[in-house]
């Protein structure tokens, strides 16, 4: 006989997708900022490189923004 505890339980699907969803929006955010930046500064210069990250930070804020709107509107929807 199989005894259930809470570890042996599968995670729910609702708070595995908004784990899934975080970390992809990370990712994406890491990639822009650090493969971005280090592209740039590899074929520009040091110089290039801080303008870059500056410039890829901010694209950053606003596709956190619009990621953080659009998970709000999805949490009042439902």
């Known amino acids: 006989m199989r005894h259930s505890t809470p570890s042996s339980r599968p995670p729910e ?3 595995h ?3 899934e969803q975080r970390s992809l929006a990370l990712a994406v955010v890491v990639f822009f900022l650090g493969v971005g930046s280090v592209a740039i500064g ?3 210069g040091p110089l290039a ?6 410039c890829l930070g901010s694209f950053s804020l606003l596709f956190a923004l619009v990621w953080g709107i659009l998970t709000l509107m999805e949490r009042i929807s439902n």
């Open 13 to 15: 699907p609702a708070d």
């Open 17 to 19: 997708r908004t784990r």
């Open 42 to 44: 590899f074929t520009y």
């Open 49 to 54: 490189m801080g303008m870059a990250f500056l």
